[in-house]
T-cell receptor, first 111, second 119 residues
Framework: KQEVTQIPAALSVPEGENLVLNCSFT??????LQWFRQDPGKGLTSLLL?????REQTSGRLNASLDKSSGRSTLYIAASQPGDSATYLC??????????FGPGTRLSVLP | GAVVSQHPSWVICKSGTSVKIECRSL??????MFWYRQFPKQSLMLMAT?????????EQGVEKDKFLINHASLTLSTLTVTSAHPEDSSFYIC???????????????FGPGTRLTVL
């Protein structure tokens, strides 16, 4: 059974810092992995989707990498801004299965 | 594109009543829709998967007679919480996937969620 963990659980940084959020999964035979952002009391916004054949995806200040063999993905946020404050969720999908979500990392970017 | 809406965004009801939550895909046809539940400070837990025109598949531990799911069209799925109790209070989020959309066939698009409070 796939299990997804995220480290750290919470992170507080000053504005402008580059930061890395980590996601680990136990079953490396994944189909794809998706990073989401969730603002308090809101739904999910898709940030990046990485297929199993890909190593990374980039969108603006965000870069997500995938290392299937080690069961890890990282989300890199460059030049963080207060508007980046949210909970970041990693979700992993295996072949023929539905998404399994990690517990999330709560990010606070201080002005 | 790829917008999913939910209605209502929040609802408060008395214990014992039934509540219906709607999930719509606004600009694409959703062959598969998913219903999740999220308790405070916890991650999303999948409740059930519904395919248009067929019965929903429920995850282990989710009572299908309590959480009725109907996916009658390619743009609408409904979740009815029957005889709601305070422990059903949660944030319910739906998502949709369209296998037929070119370019992004594997992404799931999420609705904004519905906060249910049962008194």
């Amino acid at each position: 059974k796939q299990e997804v963990t995220q480290i750290p659980a919470a992170l507080s940084v000053p504005e402008g810092e580059n930061l890395v959020l980590n996601c680990s999964f136990t079953d490396s035979a994944i189909y794809n992995l998706q990073w989401f952002r969730q603002d308090p009391g809101k739904g999910l916004t898709s940030l990046l989707l990485i297929q199993s054949s890909q190593r990374e995806q980039t969108s603006g200040r965000l870069n997500a990498s995938l290392d299937k063999s080690s069961g890890r993905s990282t989300l890199y946020i460059a030049a963080s801004q207060p508007g980046d404050s949210a909970t970041y969720l990693c979700a992993v999908r295996n072949y023929g299965q539905n998404f399994v979500f990690g517990p999330g990392t709560r990010l606070s970017v201080l002005p | 594109g790829a917008v999913v809406s939910q209605h209502p965004s929040w609802v408060i009801c008395k214990s014992g009543t039934s509540v219906k939550i709607e999930c719509r895909s606004l600009d694409f046809q959703a062959t598969t829709m998913f219903w999740y539940r999220q308790f405070p400070k916890q991650s999303l837990m999948l409740m059930a998967t519904s395919n248009e025109g067929s019965k929903a598949t429920y995850e282990q531990g989710v009572e299908k007679d309590k959480f009725l799911i109907n996916h009658a069209s390619l743009t609408l799925s409904t979740l009815t919480v029957t005889s709601a109790h305070p422990e059903d209070s949660s944030f319910y989020i739906c998502s949709a996937r369209d296998f037929r959309t070119s370019g992004r066939p594997d992404e799931q698009f999420f609705g904004p969620g519905t906060r249910l409070t049962v008194l």
